[in-house]
């Protein structure tokens, strides 16, 4: 079965600083997806930034950007000139295409990342 | 706002109750998902629908239930809640079943049995 893991329970960073947060993760498939979603104080799950396996180029999105280590089973997000808006529970997702026509996300136990002013 | 929407948004209950979490998907979407959310269990998958059929299954217990009706709404079932079954519910759509679909999250049904 497929895991996420995310090592870091908590990060604190001052405003406009860069973080990276780590993910790793287990499987034996070759082609997959990945995706990082954000929790605010809200709770809305809102996706920040997805991967796919066969692209080795790293996937960017304005501030947030991966990178992806295929070999190493690795997944890592950086956050550039956080703002106090990024503050939230980032969580790791894995999405596992089960059988045609089926599938599920695999989810971290998440990072809570506090940005201080 | 994703445009998945979830209904209630809060519900209290006592245990051995039944209830019922409805989720209406994004315009367009045909796969809808749930997924329960608690302190000792993280985000966990429970089910797959795709155009009204059942198509992958995880970690949901017997005592719970869903499907998806014609107009691509989906109802999730809890009966015969336990103390344990408190947690955020969420709801997610994609467009289709192609294995890379981005799945879109709804604001999630807290509850709480007591």
């Known amino acids: 079965a497929q895991t996420v893991t995310q090592s870091q329970p908590e990060m604190s960073v001052q405003e406009a600083e860069t973080v990276t947060l780590s993910c790793t993760y287990d499987?034996?498939?070759?082609?997959?997806?990945l995706f990082w979603y954000k929790q605010p104080p809200s709770r809305q799950m809102i996706l920040v930034i997805r991967?796919?396996?066969?692209?080795?180029q790293n996937a960017t999105e304005n501030r947030f950007s991966v990178n992806f280590q295929k070999a190493a089973k690795s997944f890592s997000l950086k956050i550039s000139d956080s703002q106090l808006g990024d503050t939230a529970m980032y969580f790791c997702?894995?999405?596992?295409?089960?059988?045609?026509?089926?599938?599920?996300?695999?989810f971290g136990q998440g990072t809570r990342l506090t940005i201080n002013p | 706002d994703s445009g998945v929407t979830q209904t209630p948004k809060h519900l209290i209950t006592a245990t051995g109750q039944r209830v019922t979490l409805r989720c209406s998907p994004r315009?367009?979407?045909?796969?809808v998902y749930w997924y329960q959310q608690s302190l000792d269990q993280g985000l966990q998958f429970l089910i797959q629908?795709?155009?009204?059929?059942?198509?992958a299954k995880g970690n949901i217990l017997e005592r719970f239930s869903a499907q998806q009706f014609p107009d691509l709404h989906s109802e999730l079932n809890l009966s015969s809640l336990e103390l344990g079954d408190s947690a955020l519910y969420f709801c997610a759509s994609s467009v289709g079943v192609a294995g890379d679909e981005t799945q879109y999250f709804g604001p999630g049904t807290r509850l709480l049995v007591l």
């Open positions: 499987t034996s498939e070759s082609n997959y997806y």
């Open positions: 991967q796919e396996a066969y692209k080795q």
């Open positions: 629908y795709y155009n009204g059929e059942e198509r």
């Open positions: 315009s367009g979407d045909l796969s």
């Open positions: 997702a894995f999405s596992s295409y089960l059988i045609q026509g089926a599938q599920k996300l695999v």
